[in-house]
């Protein structure tokens, strides 16, 4: 079984920073695509930006500049450094994962998993 935690979440003032890391866990064959979503109170859940294994990245409009992930492939995890933060950042923040899983006695399968999600909040 794979799994992803979380943690760094947390409060900050407005123009502040916070750094979140997730980490994947099991039996894990490979890790592909990590990436990092966001759900506000009351709105649909959206993509914040990616990372695919080879490093490429892809970020929303709104975080452009100010967010950057990063992945350590050695150790499964994916961080997210989130710099001049704004009130419209709170949200809960679930990491998210492509992952080959192995399997016994052998070969593996093709997973997408899912963080718990943790809280940032953002005030002015």
């Known amino acids: 079984q794979v799994q992803l935690v979380e943690s760094g979440g947390g409060s900050v003032q407005a123009g502040g920073s916070l750094r979140l890391a997730c980490a994947a866990s099991?039996?894990?064959?490979?890790?592909?695509?990590m990436a990092w979503y966001r759900q506000a109170p009351g709105k649909e859940r959206e993509l914040v930006t990616r990372i695919r294994n080879e490093g490429r990245t892809y970020y929303a409009d709104s975080v452009k500049g100010r967010f950057t992930i990063s992945r350590d492939n050695a150790n499964n995890t994916v961080y997210l450094q989130m710099n001049s933060l704004k009130p419209e950042d709170t949200a809960v923040y679930y990491c998210?994962?492509?992952?080959?899983?192995?399997?016994?006695?052998?070969?593996?399968?093709?997973?997408?998993?899912w963080g718990q999600g943790t809280l940032v909040t953002v005030s002015s």
């Open positions: 099991g039996n894990i064959f490979r890790v592909n695509v």
């Open positions: 998210n994962a492509d992952v080959y899983e192995s399997m016994w006695p052998s070969g593996y399968r093709s997973l997408e998993v």
